[in-house]
């Protein structure tokens, strides 16, 4: 969170995604890929209560990649440009190399927030309510972390609405991410687990614990986790 001026604030958020690792190009398009670069990022934004503003993309291209698959970065491109379209900010800038390593990606966004602050996750007090923005679980087993909308709409309505104290998106799990967001809020937090609720993609036929334990560690849901007094 950057302070460019005594009454208003910028935020830049930054990731960097490798094929093997977040995506895997021999099942996955360059297009999904593309996307799921920069979705990420928004869902930084959308945590922090923030609307885009402009993206910076660098790529490091494998060069057999290149020759296999002439139009790998036209769909990359596109999968990039269906965020930018939907969302209505700027592709501004970036670089692009090529190398005999693995295909990366690294997206930067910059933002402004939607009303006048930002969240933050280490703002949750003793007393405050705990919740999620959508079901949990299953995002990998479903493909839905490739595909996942980024929830800057219902933070944009949080943040004109409810009184928020801190936020953060689920990348790695309900159970890890509500640890982070405790330790740097200096409290804790106890759930029920009969409230955590269970998204499709986790298998009807699971036991009860594989379906809670899916919710609580399956991570890549990128819904808002999020604490109100």
Same mark, same amino acid.
């Given at each position: 969170?950057?302070? #460019? ?15 093997? &690792? ?12 593309? $996307? ?5 990022? !928004? ?13 910076? #993309? ?17 769909? !990359?491109? $596109? ?50 309510? &705990? ?33 928020? $104290? ?44 594989? $379906? ?11 819904? !808002? ?5």
């Amino acid at each position: 969170v950057l302070d #460019v001026a005594a009454d208003s604030q910028q935020v830049v958020v930054t990731d960097l995604l490798l094929d093997g &690792v977040h995506f895997d190009l021999n099942v996955t398009s360059p297009f999904l890929a593309g $996307r799921k670069a920069v979705a990420v990022n !928004l869902s930084d934004l959308a945590a922090m209560g923030c609307r885009p503003t402009a993206a910076f #993309v660098s790529l490091a291209v494998p060069r057999g990649r290149l020759q296999a698959s002439p139009d790998f970065l036209r769909e !990359l491109y $596109r999968g990039i440009q269906q965020m930018t379209d939907e969302f209505h900010f700027s592709l501004a800038g970036g670089d692009t190399n090529s190398w005999q390593g693995p295909f990366a990606i690294n997206v930067c966004l910059t933002g402004v927030p939607f009303s006048d602050r930002t969240f933050l996750r280490s703002a949750a007090k003793v007393g405050d309510a &705990v919740f999620v923005t959508g079901p949990l679980g299953g995002s990998l087993h479903g493909g839905r972390h490739l595909t996942f909308m980024p929830r800057l709409q219902i933070s944009e309505w949080l943040s004109r609405t409810v009184e928020v $104290r801190a936020m953060l998106d689920l990348s790695d799990g309900l159970s890890i991410d509500l640890h982070r967001m405790m330790e740097a809020s200096g409290t804790a937090a106890e759930i029920s687990a009969s409230t955590i609720p269970i998204h499709s993609d986790v298998p009807a036929e699971w036991s009860s614990e594989k $379906r809670l334990a899916a919710a609580l560690g399956d991570g890549e849901d990128f819904e !808002l986790l999020f604490t109100v007094c």
